[in-house]
């Protein structure tokens, strides 16, 4: 091929190169105007059909949020590819895993990203999914005391305007560290979250919504394992690793993201908690009140603060001008009393709880009074004689 030629093939390419450029702003534009109509050049369309069938009353307000996704694993990976697909404003990723062979069961990742870390992997993938989404991605241990400040940092100041904190935390790790990592972070900056979870042997899940100082945070009632500071990593069984399904993975994602879009979008009734389990096709759902015991004090500290705004918004006297009823009759002939129904120590504390059908606690926490009332002074005799207890400790 002579210069001439080359130079008239090179123009030609330039030429296509330009094509395509102005092919790919095209497309872009379209999608960043985000137009509410509902017409059929508008990626969106199906999604803004919602505000005019009456379920959302703005659909495109989701471009508002921020929401921050931490653990990109079975759950988490699908429930940043949902709210991508949802046209969330921002997401914030964090991990610390990369991506494994033995991660192709699940409904995101891809053989060809196998060694590359789960935030990064997942960025390239949703990007190309919906670029009108911004990412943020943090790959790290939030456990860690220099990770754990930098993590507080981004929920505080990672918002979608500069600044602000992000709308909500949406938990899906695997692990208990994580969840009260994340649980100390959010009841310090007295920020609304999700957690949620699947089962060892994958036939389960469940989703939470916690609202610090209004429901109970995952240190109010927490797992055994936790309540008992139990390593986690003495409870692995040498040759056996958790299940894992697809199915489960992708039911309780779409059920977390399904309740964001209530709560961001205020549609709908928010589950506090739902759980689901596979094997009954059973949906359990109760709301569990914030313990006053909590180990926790920022949670403590967050339930005062709540019962004085409630305090505030109830009015103690009558408006002016407004009836006041009164009683049919102020006789009582038979002599009826009205009292407050209570219930033993371990009725109160299921009752406020509020367990849902189906759903028992595995142990119960001894309340504040249980510990006082415990006296410490007194011992425990015993009327072994001597040669008894001599005859025991042989026998040992």
């Not at 949020?65 to 046209?87: N, Q």
């Not at 560290?177 to 100390?184: D, F, K, L, P, V």
């Not at 240190?219 to 008992?228: F, G, K, R």
Request: hydrophobic residues 35%; proline residues 4%; aromatic residues 6%.
């Amino acid at each position: 091929m002579d210069a001439k030629s080359l130079k008239k093939r090179i123009a030609e390419l330039e030429a296509e190169v330009e094509t395509l450029k102005k092919a790919s702003n095209q497309g872009r534009s379209k999608i960043e105007k985000m137009s509410a109509e509902v017409v059929d050049s508008n990626p969106y369309s199906r999604l803004m059909a919602l505000k005019r069938m009456g379920i959302v009353d703005n659909y495109e307000t989701i471009r508002d949020y921020s929401v921050a996704v931490v653990g990109v694993g079975g759950v988490g990976s699908v429930t940043a590819e949902m709210l991508t697909r949802c046209g969330i404003g921002k997401l914030l990723l964090f991990d610390y895993d990369k991506v494994e062979l033995a991660n192709m069961n699940r409904l995101f990742f891809q053989p060809h990203q196998a060694g590359l870390s789960k935030v990064k992997a997942a960025e390239a993938t949703l990007c190309d999914i919906n670029p009108d989404v911004e990412f943020e991605v943090h790959n790290y241990n939030i456990t860690t005391m220099d990770n754990f400040q930098h993590f507080m940092g981004r929920l505080k100041c990672g918002g979608k305007m500069q600044g602000q904190p992000v709308d909500l935390i949406l938990s899906c790790v695997d692990n208990f560290e994580a969840r009260m990592a994340i649980n100390t972070a959010c009841n310090e900056l007295e920020q609304v979250w999700f957690e949620s979870g699947v089962s060892e042997n994958a036939v389960s899940g469940h989703i939470q919504l916690i609202k610090p100082g209004e429901t109970a945070c995952f240190s109010c009632a927490p797992p055994l394992v936790v309540a008992t500071h139990t390593d986690e990593r003495t409870l692995k069984r040498e040759g056996v690793c958790a299940a894992s399904l697809p199915t489960t993975m992708g039911v309780v994602a779409g059920l977390l993201v399904q309740n964001v879009l209530k709560y961001l979008l205020k549609f709908g009734d928010v589950a506090f908690y739902l759980g689901y389990n596979a094997l009954l096709d059973f949906f359990p759902t109760m709301q569990m009140k914030p313990n006053v015991d909590c180990s926790d004090s920022a949670c403590r500290k967050c339930q005062k603060i709540y019962q004085k705004r409630l305090a505030e918004e109830i009015p103690t006297e009558p408006e002016k001008g407004s009836k006041v009823e009164e009683p049919v009759s102020t006789e009582n002939e038979w002599g009826i009393e009205i009292v407050a129904e209570t219930l033993g120590d371990d009725g109160d504390k299921e009752q406020n709880l509020d367990l849902g059908k189906g759903i028992k606690v595995a142990y119960t926490l001894p309340s504040k009074d249980d510990k006082e009332n415990d006296n410490p002074e007194t011992v425990t005799t015993n009327t072994d004689s001597l040669e008894d207890l001599m005859a025991t400790m042989k026998q040992l």
